[in-house]
């Protein structure tokens, strides 16, 4: 009986642990690599956003027991495409991928569907395929319409007319960077009217998004473009008053490029209203100086907890649920997606936005 005992006991342990195997997605031990493998591609380290986003997503499944291979990718695309095909050998059970160019990753895309790794096409929406499960964002369409709102509140614009118009130059992000889209679409819709009131001008006529984008958000070709506006456009009492900015390291470069021809001095020429996205340290400090007016905080914290959450729902086999299925349509399908809020911070709320969350110490912003 004591034999048949410890017969029973053992094929019982033996059981729980084949159990124990196939319930974390088969053949890894529980000590080798925790409840599974997780790949997260994120498009470069030199952008403060995107090492926030590492971390958050990296720190938030660890903390769940998975292991995590994270990638930056230098903003390089056969860089992002091999880091990815590494994912997929090495066997991955989901993969999160915030792209550089959205069009780019069909193969690798390919790939991963055939080895039945799902997706999460994190912040930038991976474009043209079938092979894409879910999308990790915020609405960007929203946020490019608090780009625009930071314009309209800025420069005053319910109150200007046509008699005295606004003057204003453009910027748009990266042209493979679908959120572009989205951004300019949201700031242009909120600006249109006073276009067509005439109360907003742009003097070097380029509105177009294809002309004022700005390829892989490059602050430095942004700075060489205002730089070259200002010099084929503003000489005389031609005077900027604002900038559409996608992004902060593009609203400092054009502040740099404004102050370089004497704006923001004693010359009379008050630096433009120029707006940014990310809430980067530099931008808030600069808001804090009274040079750039405004940005978009969108809480990097906030869509890692949300990726972890998914791919956890995913790792335990459940369908993710109350997701939005009719905004984002990537060209091949309309991808399930989860869309998170933004919020505009100026001088007046960086205390309670940024410092009380702690989005930024005040140590970091020299407080
Ligand atoms: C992101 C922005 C970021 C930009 C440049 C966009 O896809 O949504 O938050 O500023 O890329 O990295």
């Given at each position: ?138 609405d960007n369409y929203k946020v490019g319409g608090q780009m625009g ?30 959120n572009s889209v989205g951004f300019y679409q949201g700031a242009m819709d909120k ?55 996608p ?30 996205q ?18 978009v ?71």
């Amino acid at each position: 009986m004591k034999y048949m005992q410890k017969v029973f006991m053992t094929v019982f342990v033996m059981l729980v642990a084949v159990g124990t195997v196939f319930a974390n997605g088969g053949g890894e031990s529980q000590s080798g690599r925790g409840k599974g493998l997780i790949g997260v591609v994120m498009p470069t380290r030199s952008e403060e956003r995107w090492i926030k986003d590492g971390n958050a997503v990296k720190e938030g499944l660890e903390k769940l027991g998975y292991t995590v291979d994270l990638q930056y990718s230098d903003d390089d695309i056969p860089t992002q495409s091999r880091q990815i095909d590494d994912m997929i050998t090495k066997g991955v059970k989901v993969l999160v991928i915030a792209s550089i160019d959205g069009s780019a990753l069909s193969n690798q895309l390919a790939n991963a569907a055939a080895a039945k790794i799902p997706v999460i096409s994190y912040d930038r929406l991976l474009m043209q395929s079938r092979n894409v499960d879910y999308y990790v964002s915020f609405d960007n369409y929203k946020v490019g319409g608090q780009m625009g709102d930071i314009l309209i509140t800025g420069l005053k614009l319910a109150q200007a007319t046509a008699a005295k118009p606004v003057i204003v130059e453009l910027f748009a992000g990266s042209p493979d960077d679908n959120n572009s889209v989205g951004f300019y679409q949201g700031a242009m819709d909120k600006l249109q009217p006073y276009f067509d009131k005439g109360v907003l001008q742009v003097p070097s006529g380029q509105i177009n998004r294809a002309v004022i984008g700005t390829l892989r958000w490059d602050a430095a070709e942004a700075q060489k473009r205002m730089e070259n506006l200002l010099s084929a456009y503003y000489s005389g009492d031609v005077v900027l008053n604002g900038i559409l900015s996608p992004y902060d390291p593009i609203s400092l470069a054009c502040l740099e490029a404004c102050k370089a021809v004497g704006y923001g001095s004693t010359s009379g020429k008050p630096l433009p209203i120029v707006g940014g996205q990310d809430c980067i340290v530099a931008s808030v400090k600069s808001i804090l100086a009274g040079e750039q007016y405004a940005t978009v905080l969108k809480d990097t914290r906030a869509l890692g907890a949300a990726t972890v959450t998914l791919v956890d729902t995913l790792m335990q086999g459940k369908t993710p649920t109350g997701l939005d299925t009719t905004s984002y349509n990537n060209g091949a399908k309309i991808v399930p997606s989860l869309l998170l809020d933004s919020v505009i911070v100026t001088k007046d709320n960086v205390q309670s936005a940024v410092i009380d969350t702690g989005y930024h110490t005040k140590a970091e912003l020299g407080l």
